[in-house]
């Protein structure tokens, strides 16, 4: 079989089965086989595929087909400007949350120096991302999950960021280690009642621990601010990840622990995503 018959083939068993992006799913899968771009497949329709590639292809698409993420299936993610290495039992990076790094690096961008918390640092994409682009800047990763904990520093280590940067296992009730400049996260926060109405990918795959917020999706988001409340120096930000219907009760625990409200930011499909606060002495 050719790539364009192994691509087309792939594309009518992942439509069977409701996979939204067939097509693209099947063509990065194919590509992560072969150890090429996906521009090389497009240039080399014609060209035959080896029998243990095509059975690796196959088992993939068998996978996919069944709503394993392809994060997953490839192990690495693109975030930001960077591909992360991925496990299974880690939250997957979405393009959503780049709206945290885009507005750290703006609220930053005249300092030299910040010391830096990332709450819940799953793959370690939000920290590293931020010290990649901030040569003088420290940072904290906190995480409950001793898996998270041992691929943020695969992640670390991949950039070369390990002197600037450590992770600790620990719930951030239990933290109490420094001063920050700045504390960010992107906390569990679907509410507990919705998780089975998620995207199966999501639903079947992704860790519960990354999205069960509660009963009302606030649980984690109203621990991390009064965390932050002590840990965060004074005039020190604080940078929270949101559901996107969740605005108006988080500002409302902010304003209760004496933060200032300084912008809601709107992710790419417009929907509120991301609150930046200040604690106020």
Request: hydrophobic fraction near 35%; charged fraction near 30%.
């Amino acid at each position: 079989m050719n790539i364009y018959n192994a691509i087309k083939e792939g594309t009518k068993i992942l439509k069977k089965n409701n996979i939204k992006f067939s097509a693209l799913d099947c063509e990065i899968l194919l590509a992560e086989v072969l150890k090429k771009q996906r521009k090389y497949l497009i240039l080399n329709l014609d060209k035959k595929l080896n029998r243990v590639n095509l059975e690796i292809y196959k088992n993939l698409i068998k996978q996919r087909s069944n709503g394993k993420p392809v994060a997953y299936l490839t192990k690495k993610k693109d975030f930001w400007n960077s591909e992360f290495i991925i496990k299974e039992g880690i939250l997957i990076p979405r393009p959503d949350t780049e709206v945290l790094i885009e507005a750290t690096l703006e609220l930053f961008k005249y300092k030299d120096y910040a010391n830096i918390l990332d709450v819940g640092v799953g793959s370690g994409c939000i920290i590293l991302s931020i010290l990649k682009e901030k040569q003088c800047f420290y940072g904290t990763g906190i995480d409950v999950s001793s898996k998270s904990i041992s691929l943020s520093k695969l992640n670390a280590k991949k950039f070369s960021l390990e002197n600037r940067v450590k992770f600790i296992k620990t719930d951030v009730d239990n933290f109490c280690h420094g001063k920050y400049d700045l504390i960010i996260s992107n906390p569990p926060y679907v509410n507990s009642g919705k998780i089975k109405y998620l995207e199966k990918d999501v639903r079947n795959f992704e860790p519960k621990l990354a999205l069960d917020g509660g009963l009302d999706g606030t649980f984690k988001i109203f621990k991390i601010i009064e965390k932050a409340s002590t840990l965060l120096k004074s005039n020190g930000r604080l940078v929270l990840e949101i559901g996107y219907d969740q605005k108006t009760k988080i500002i409302g625990l902010l304003k209760k622990r004496r933060f200032y409200i300084n912008n809601i930011i709107k992710d790419y499909a417009k929907n509120d995503r991301c609150i930046i606060s200040t604690k106020i002495n």
